[in-house]
């Protein structure tokens, strides 16, 4: 019997570590028809009940999918990008009527435009009541569906804030509608599109000057990235630009790298803390998540800030720390140290002294703590 308990408690704890993928027959009033939808849930989301997740949704949910959802889970698995809930919609029997544009102006028309309306009035309405979402969304397409991504944009109020579109299959009015309206964006919009050496000729055209018009814009609120790779044929386009799409939209989600803190942090003139709170505060505004400051930041900013010697800065870092993480020795760790490094040894002593009733973090040890605390005292008698 106790075997038996022990393996239903494996079983339940392997479930929690190990994404969700949920298979769904959608009934669309739109479409006159039941669409598979695939669902990709984060590790842990049935056990977070007060985490709310971006989507990222998935045309040509039949092949492409399983790539994306695979690498949200991995990316997400290191704290490079937020945990996200995975939509991919199944086109095999339909991708043609789907995508169905006006060879007069370019625009969805009958099945097409059906299709469009399913996905702005009846799926995301139903994946924001049912699961819980942040307002960040993503949409991938492939060729033909890279294309139809483009009219969510167009929309008054885009429906995504970032798109991927991967060797798209360009209507003939498409370059024109998009330079016109992504150089008024007034919101934030994440655009990510690709081709190669090997693409279909006339794909790589379109998109070599849709490249061009875009890359020519100035709006600070595009947030623009473009790859050209060199070998990958137009199916095996998709592998290669995924994880490059995924990194380019969730940079600043990231922890803080050795690039960015060899480039950028110690070549600061102002104080790396406000940096280390200006990079949270984005995170938060672009995805609507409030994360929690990692650990492998803090430690960036505290080594910045003794590289530099701008010792003055560890108080605030200490006040930071303290709210982040308010059981833990990691507060008062940089505020003692503030008060050692500024010519306060009492203050500095006292607060080390305190982490006997804190928990242990990042390798912080309260024996380290009280180590030196009786460094002080044995150099000033206290």
Request: include cysteine; aromatic fraction near 14%.
């Given at each position: 019997?106790?075997?038996?308990?022990c393996?239903?408690?494996l079983m339940?704890?392997m479930?929690?570590?190990?994404?969700?993928?949920?298979?769904?027959?959608?009934?669309?009033?739109?479409?006159?028809?039941?669409?598979?939808?695939?669902?990709?849930?984060?590790?842990?989301?049935?056990?977070?009940?007060?985490?709310?997740?971006?989507?990222?949704?998935?045309f040509?949910?039949?092949?492409?999918?399983?790539?994306?959802?695979?690498?949200?889970?991995?990316?997400?698995?290191?704290?490079?990008?937020?945990?996200?809930i995975?939509?991919?919609?199944?086109?095999?029997?339909?991708?043609?009527?789907?995508?169905?544009?006006?060879?007069?102006?370019?625009?969805?028309?009958e099945?097409?435009?059906a299709?469009?309306?399913?996905?702005?009035?009846e799926?995301?309405p139903?994946?924001?009541?049912?699961?819980?979402t942040?307002?960040?969304?993503?949409?991938?397409?492939?060729?033909e569906?890279a294309?139809?991504i483009n009219?969510?944009?167009?929309?008054?109020?885009?429906?995504?804030?970032?798109?991927?579109a991967?060797?798209?299959?360009?209507?003939?009015?498409?370059?024109?509608y998009?330079?016109?309206?992504?150089?008024?964006?007034?919101?934030?919009?994440?655009?990510?599109?690709?081709?190669?050496?090997?693409?279909?000729?006339?794909?790589?055209?379109?998109?070599?000057?849709?490249?061009?018009?875009?890359?020519?814009l100035?709006n600070?609120?595009l947030?623009?990235?473009f790859?050209?790779?060199e070998?990958?044929?137009?199916?095996?386009?998709?592998?290669?630009?995924?994880?490059?799409?995924?990194?380019?939209?969730?940079?600043?989600?990231k922890?803080?790298?050795?690039t960015?803190?060899k480039?950028?942090?110690?070549?600061?003139?102002?104080?790396?803390?406000?940096?280390?709170?200006?990079?949270?505060?984005t995170i938060?505004?672009?995805?609507?998540?409030?994360?929690?400051?990692?650990?492998?930041?803090?430690n960036?900013?505290?080594?910045?800030?003794?590289?530099?010697?701008?010792?003055?800065?560890?108080?605030e870092?200490?006040?930071?720390?303290?709210?982040?993480?308010?059981?833990?020795?990691?507060?008062?760790?940089?505020?003692?140290?503030?008060?050692?490094?500024?010519?306060?040894?009492?203050?500095?002593?006292?607060?080390?002294?305190?982490?006997?009733v804190?928990?242990e973090?990042?390798?912080?040890?309260?024996?380290?703590?009280?180590?030196?605390?009786?460094?002080?005292?044995?150099d000033?008698?206290?």
């Open positions: 019997m106790k075997q038996l308990i393996l239903f408690a339940a704890c479930q929690s570590t190990i994404a969700q993928v949920i298979y769904e027959p959608f009934e669309s009033t739109k479409l006159g028809e039941t669409r598979e939808v695939k669902i990709q849930l984060p590790r842990g989301y049935d056990s977070n009940e007060d985490k709310a997740y971006p989507i990222i949704l998935v040509d949910g039949d092949y492409l999918f399983e790539a994306v959802a695979g690498n949200v889970d991995y990316y997400s698995y290191w704290e490079d990008m937020p945990e996200s995975v939509v991919g919609i199944n086109q095999v029997d339909s991708r043609n009527s789907d995508i169905s544009y006006s060879e007069q102006n370019s625009l969805p028309i099945n097409g435009a299709f469009f309306e399913f996905i702005g009035m799926l995301l139903y994946l924001d009541s049912t699961y819980r942040v307002e960040f969304r993503v949409i991938v397409g492939h060729g569906t294309n139809f009219y969510f944009l167009l929309k008054p109020q885009p429906l995504f804030q970032a798109y991927v991967i060797s798209p299959d360009l209507a003939p009015d498409m370059t024109n998009l330079s016109e309206k992504l150089s008024k964006s007034e919101g934030k919009l994440f655009y990510y599109m690709t081709t190669s050496d090997n693409d279909i000729k006339h794909i790589k055209s379109g998109v070599t000057k849709l490249n061009d018009a875009i890359s020519a100035e600070k609120n947030l623009y990235s790859d050209n790779f070998k990958p044929s137009h199916y095996e386009l998709p592998a290669h630009a995924i994880p490059n799409a995924l990194e380019d939209i969730f940079l600043v989600f922890p803080i790298s050795k960015e803190y480039e950028t942090i110690l070549k600061l003139e102002g104080s790396p803390v406000e940096y280390l709170t200006e990079k949270y505060q938060e505004d672009l995805f609507g998540i409030q994360k929690q400051i990692l650990i492998n930041d803090f960036a900013i505290e080594a910045a800030i003794d590289k530099n010697e701008k010792f003055e800065y560890l108080e870092l200490g006040k930071i720390a303290r709210k982040e993480y308010p059981e833990t020795l990691l507060g008062n760790y940089y505020l003692a140290r503030f008060y050692e490094e500024t010519g306060e040894p009492k203050k500095a002593m006292k607060t080390y002294q305190s982490a006997f804190l928990d973090i990042a390798g912080i040890t309260k024996d380290e703590m009280l180590r030196r605390a009786d460094a002080i005292k044995a000033f008698g206290y």
